[in-house]
């Protein structure tokens, strides 16, 4: 759903005709499958004999946090990867420093740049799914 989503924000703003529309694609599904089970754990725990609105609010507030948190993660890896180029050698204090700070500018770009794109159907969808798990859940006394 969230390369759905990225997808049809980049035909909105027709940008769809990028030459790495493969690739942008790609980030935000493997962003959204990683996370899924990471943030169905975190919120089953939060919300556990807790009222339905609570889990309501715990599940979306897990899998979206952990969808952007994820993906985010993913771009500052493939954003390291391309500036590794340019850094110290392996192991030094300044190659700690250079990744350090290349995947901080990383996730920070990601988050000004990325995460519009969930907008048009992310966040309907994450409403959605967290209704229906929390409501389910509460049914079968989880």
């Known amino acids: 759903m969230m390369t759905l989503s990225a997808w049809f924000s980049l035909w909105l703003r027709e940008n769809d005709v990028t030459f790495h529309l493969r690739s942008v694609l790609l980030l935000y599904a493997l962003g959204g499958v990683l996370a899924w089970p990471l943030s169905l754990f975190a919120a089953r725990f939060a919300a556990q004999d807790r009222a339905v609105e609570t889990r309501f609010a715990a599940f ?38 250079q990744a350090l700070f290349t995947s901080l500018a990383a996730i920070y770009q990601f988050l000004v740049l990325g995460v519009r794109h969930y907008l048009p159907l992310g966040a309907v969808a994450v409403g959605i799914v967290s209704l229906w798990l929390a409501q389910r859940d509460m049914r079968q006394g989880r």
């Open 60 to 97: 979306v507030l897990c899998l979206a946090a952990g969808t952007i948190g994820t993906t985010a993660f993913l771009f500052a890896l493939d954003y390291r990867v391309f500036y590794s180029q340019w850094h110290a050698t392996t192991g030094t204090l300044t190659w700690f420093f």
